[in-house]
């Protein structure tokens, strides 16, 4: 071959690489994503693409051109490569600026409001009643739901094997210990530690082995105590008169019957004309128009004597009532067991 025609030859290739590099620039421009301007760098600079086609026909040159050549298809590869780098780049930020403009956000939305929690009608009943009789000088005190079977029985005159421990059938732990039937243990506490006189309304959980359609295993009662001088009935019919019309509002009527409970003498049951039919009967007050919301009674004389205090020196009421049974007649709740079901749908309508 000729010098001449060999130097045509090198242009011819030189000539037919610049010719790619061109066409990849238009190539990569057309590209309207970064798979397809992928691929299209692969027919290109890939294993089988165009470069390496040209590079084949570098055996036609003479030695001295071959570096020379080879220089050249060296610049050619690393300018498409830059070329697809770019497009590459302009393509991201396309792409991405699309993906913003669709996902905007839209700041003027209303948001979620986080679920708030309330009080559970139970506790804001205890929570009333204490503030109620705070007015009258009551202090509030819980005591232990576990208790000694002193505590619990003995101490309010209810000796072992006496038949008034079968009113409260008990959850026993060990034979000394009871998970408490009542709140009535609180007063023996209260006479143990406070000084006279005294006013107390202990509040909390009790238990009793009873399920039924108005009773709960586990329910919670209110406990008011009262030891002064000369405490009368009279001063316990006004307390607790004072307590029921400030609690359910002066439309409930209340009445006193005369009744038993070991630790008080004399004994009343208290009951409160009932909420949904206003007296005339239905199944919430079993027809009778009344509800039973517990008993009182002026302290039994045995209970200052097991407790030392000197009696009738002091003396003094106490009664106990059912917050449920409270919640039920203030609220017209048609079903005990719907307090403690927690239903979400039953407990959001006390969130005041
Ligand atoms: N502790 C009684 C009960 O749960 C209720 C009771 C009655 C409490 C008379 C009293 C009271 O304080 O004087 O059945």
Known sequence: MTQDLSNALLNDLIGQMHALTEKALTEFQNATDKQ?????KVLFSGKNGSVTELMKKMGQLTPEQKPQFGAKLNEAKQKIEQLYQER???????????????ETLDL??????PDRGGDHPVHLVTNEIVDIMARLGYSAR???????DY???EALNIPKDHPARDMQDTFFVDDNLVLRTHTSPIQIHSLEKDQLPLRIVGTGSVFRVDSDISHLPHFHQIEGMCVDRNVSMA???????FFVREFFGPGLKTRFRPSYFPFTE???EVDCSCPLCKGSGCSLCKQSGWIEIGGSGLINPKVFQTAKIPYPEWNGFAFGFGIERMAIIKYGIP????LPENDLRFLRQFEF
């Not at 397809?36 to 299209?40: E, P």
């Not at 003027?108 to 409001?113: E, Q, S």
């Not at 001063?235 to 008169?241: E, S």
Request: proline share 6%; aromatic share 8%.
């Open 36 to 40: 397809s301007l992928y691929d299209k």
């Open 88 to 102: 590459e780049t302009s393509l991201g930020q396309a792409e991405l600026s699309q993906k913003l403009a669709s």
């Open 108 to 113: 003027t939305l209303p948001g979620f409001a």
């Open 142 to 148: 819980l005591g232990p739901m576990v208790e000694r």
């Open 151 to 153: 505590y619990n029985f």
């Open 235 to 241: 001063d316990l019919k006004g307390t607790i008169a």
């Open 266 to 268: 004399p004994s009343a």
């Open 335 to 338: 079903d005990i067991r719907l």
